[in-house]
C-alpha cells in the first residue's frame, strides 16, 4: 500500500453521499462499517486517503445539491448510499467512478446496462432483490393468520422504480395467501399518517413497508403509528425493529458498507468500475420485537422464533 504522506505526493480522496441525517445511528453505522472496511485494506483518514461526507437526510433538494459539490471536488472515488442518491450524482458526473452500497434495480433503474458489465462509471452492491416481496407477504401471513388485505407503503420518489419494482411480485405472492395488496404512495408524515389511520378501521388488515430511504428516515413515526392503531405490520430493515417494528426481514446494510470499501480499493488502485460485476447481498436478517408482538397480543410462531436472528425484549 503506498504512503502518500510526502507533500509532494496527492492524497487520493473518497467523497460520500449519504441519504441519511447525520445524526441517525444507523447512517452512522454505515459510514463506520465502510471506514473500517477501508481501514482493513491500508486506507487510513489523514495519511494516505481522504473522505469528505454529505448527508442529504432524505431531502431530494439538498441531495441534487450535495451531487453538484461532490462532484466539483473532482474526487478519486464516490460512494453512493442508494437508489436516489445515485441518480444525482449521474446527473452530474458520468466519469467520475461511483460505487454504490444499496441499490435494488441498478438495472430497471437504468443505472447500468448489466450486473455482470456495468458499462459505465458505477457499480456497487445491490441490497434486495424483487422476490423479497414474496417473503414480506409469507411472514406477515405466518404472524398475523387473519390478515386478508395488506398496505404496501412506499414513496414514489425514493423507492425503486417508483415502487412497481417490489409491488409487482408482492401482488403475485399475495394471491397465493388469499392477501388483498393496496398500494399506498406516501411523500409526507401526514400523508403517513392519514394512511395508518385508514388501515386502522379496516378489519383483517396488516401493513407492509417496502425499502426506501424516506421511510428509513420516518421509521420511527411508522412503527409508533402502527403501534398506537394495532397494526400487524413487516419491515425490511433490522432498523425497524429496533425502534418497535413487529418484524424486520432483510438485507445487512452495514454489511454492504463494509464491502464497498473493496471494490474502493481496487478502483483506487486502477480497477475501472465496469469491470466489476454488482454483487447480490450476502447477509440478511430476521428479527422479531417480542415486546411489540405482545402488545398486540400476537403470539410470535415458534418456526418464527427459531429462525430469527434476534428476538428483542
Do not use: C
Not at 409526507?188 to 379496516?202: F, G, H
Amino acid at each position: 500500500m503506498p504512503d502518500f504522506s510526502s507533500a509532494q505526493e496527492r492524497v487520493p480522496q473518497i467523497a460520500m453521499l449519504s441519504a441519511y441525517a447525520e445524526s441517525d445511528p444507523a447512517g452512522q453505522a454505515s459510514v463506520a462499517a465502510f471506514r473500517e472496511g477501508l481501514q482493513k485494506l491500508g486506507w487510513t483518514e489523514g495519511r494516505n486517503i481522504q473522505v469528505e461526507t454529505r448527508w442529504a437526510a432524505s431531502d431530494m433538494a439538498l441531495l441534487e445539491q450535495f451531487a453538484k459539490e461532490l462532484v466539483a471536488m473532482r474526487p478519486d472515488l464516490i460512494l453512493s448510499a442508494n437508489t436516489p442518491t445515485t441518480a444525482a450524482l449521474l446527473q452530474q458526473t458520468r466519469t467520475i467512478p461511483i460505487v454504490f452500497a444499496n441499490v435494488a434495480d441498478p438495472v430497471g433503474d437504468g443505472f447500468l446496462a448489466s450486473l455482470a458489465r456495468p458499462g459505465g462509471n458505477v457499480t456497487g452492491f445491490s441490497n434486495l432483490e424483487a422476490s423479497m416481496a414474496g417473503k414480506w407477504v409469507e411472514l406477515l401471513k405466518e404472524i398475523a393468520p387473519n390478515v386478508t388485505k395488506a398496505t404496501a407503503m412506499f414513496n414514489p420518489n425514493s423507492s425503486p422504480g417508483r415502487g412497481a419494482y417490489f409491488l409487482g411480485p408482492m401482488q403475485t405472492a399475495a394471491a397465493s395467501f388469499g392477501v388483498q395488496i393496496v398500494a399506498a404512495p406516501v411523500g409526507d408524515k401526514s400523508t403517513i399518517e392519514s394512511v395508518l389511520a385508514a388501515l386502522a378501521r379496516q378489519p383483517n388488515a396488516g401493513l407492509i413497508v417496502t425499502p426506501d430511504s424516506f421511510l428509513i428516515r420516518h421509521r420511527v413515526e411508522i412503527t409508533s403509528l402502527a403501534a398506537r392503531h394495532r397494526i400487524p405490520a413487516i419491515y425490511p430493515f433490522r432498523m425497524f425493529a429496533e425502534v418497535g417494528g413487529l418484524v424486520s426481514y432483510g438485507s445487512d446494510l452495514s454489511d454492504n458498507y463494509r464491502r464497498a470499501a473493496a471494490y474502493a480499493d481496487r478502483i483506487l488502485k486502477g480497477a475501472k468500475p465496469n469491470e466489476l460485476p454488482v454483487q447480490a447481498p450476502v447477509k440478511f436478517e430476521l428479527v422479531v420485537n417480542l415486546k411489540t408482538a405482545r402488545a398486540l397480543n400476537i403470539l410470535v410462531p415458534l418456526a418464527i422464533q427459531q429462525r430469527a436472528d434476534e428476538m428483542i425484549e
